[in-house]
């Protein structure tokens, strides 16, 4: 129990000192932008591909894929259905904010220290699904029910545009199709790595300091409490359906409770505000989500006896 806190502990650390430097001033303007696209183009993908090396062809993890897709699709239905009758800016913020889930930047760090390799390969495979709606899909979506805010179409070419400009997403299709093909990552390419992806948890709570916005309105905290509760509730749900009754491994199962408690995604603040709705209340709402997580995250791993 003392080693999982101690490493919980590790993260939130480096979250509180990317927040503290930044309030202090000691990163210069764009030094956000500058660190995100380090872990989104660099570190993160050197993860990724590293935890797919001596990945074994296995039918059951490909499900992840369609298990992350649907779980996305489901509460973006969700978030349609509550602003349904609705104004531009709640459409925005519901449909943006309900689905998407944080793994690359902050779940799959958490994966990746406590679960090692084999982890990391299921949570990159539901990431997989989980990433053609949040790096795009949703938005889109979205986009097309109430339309861009500079009154730009939203067309089938724009869509596919900005879903395979996600290295993250482009790698994870790539490792996806080698191991569909049986393809096996040369130890070579792990050896030259993994000093890289082993700085992604890091880079990754770096990032999230560095972005971290807690700037409450009581105007914001009925739709956030709203938002929160269905997410989390939607969670404990799933998590607990996965656990008891997938039939798969217990490490898969134990990867999957913790990926639905992860927290809102970073780029819903960039699709609300594009869409029309407040990014400073989806900032916000994100910001709340991660502590929440990280709370829930440190319980289960101690509950289920991981690291």
């Given amino acids: 129990m003392t080693s999982i806190l101690l490493k919980a502990a590790a993260f939130v650390l480096v979250i509180i000192l990317g927040y503290g430097l930044k309030r202090a001033g000691l990163f210069g303007e764009g030094a956000t932008d500058t660190v995100t696209k380090i872990m989104l183009n660099i570190t993160l993908p050197a993860a990724i591909v590293t935890g797919f090396c001596g990945f074994e062809k296995n039918g059951t993890l490909f499900a992840l894929v369609l298990f992350g897709f649907f779980c996305n699709v489901g509460m973006y239905l969700v978030g349609f259905v509550i602003s349904i009758r609705k104004g531009r800016a709640k459409k925005a913020l519901y449909t943006l904010n309900m689905p998407g889930y944080n793994i690359g930047a902050f779940t799959l760090p958490f994966i990746q220290n406590f679960m090692g390799p084999s982890g990391v390969v299921a949570t990159c495979m539901f990431d997989t699904g989980n990433a053609i709606m949040c790096t795009g899909g949703s938005y889109a979506v979205t986009a097309c029910l109430v339309g ?94 996965a656990y008891f009754y997938l039939p798969l491994p217990l490490l898969m199962r134990q990867v999957l409770v913790i990926l639905l408690f992860s927290p809102i995604t970073v780029l819903s603040p960039v699709f609300t505000e594009k869409c029309g709705g407040d990014a400073g209340l989806s900032s916000f709402a994100g910001s709340v989500s991660i502590l929440i997580s990280i709370v829930i995250m440190v319980t289960l791993i101690a509950a289920m006896h991981i690291g």
């Fill in 148 to 241: 861009n805010c500079d009154g730009s179409p939203v067309t089938v070419k724009s869509f596919f545009k900005r879903l395979l400009s996600s290295t993250p997403f482009d790698t994870y299709v790539v490792m996806l199709l080698l191991a569909g093909l049986g393809v096996r990552i040369p130890e070579a390419v792990n050896t030259l790595l993994s000093p890289v992806a082993a700085s992604n948890g890091f880079m990754a709570m770096l990032v999230i300091g560095m972005m971290f916005e807690f700037k409450a309105k009581p105007e914001y905290l009925k739709s956030i409490a709203l938002i929160l509760a269905i997410r989390y509730t939607v969670a404990a749900v799933l998590a607990w359906a």
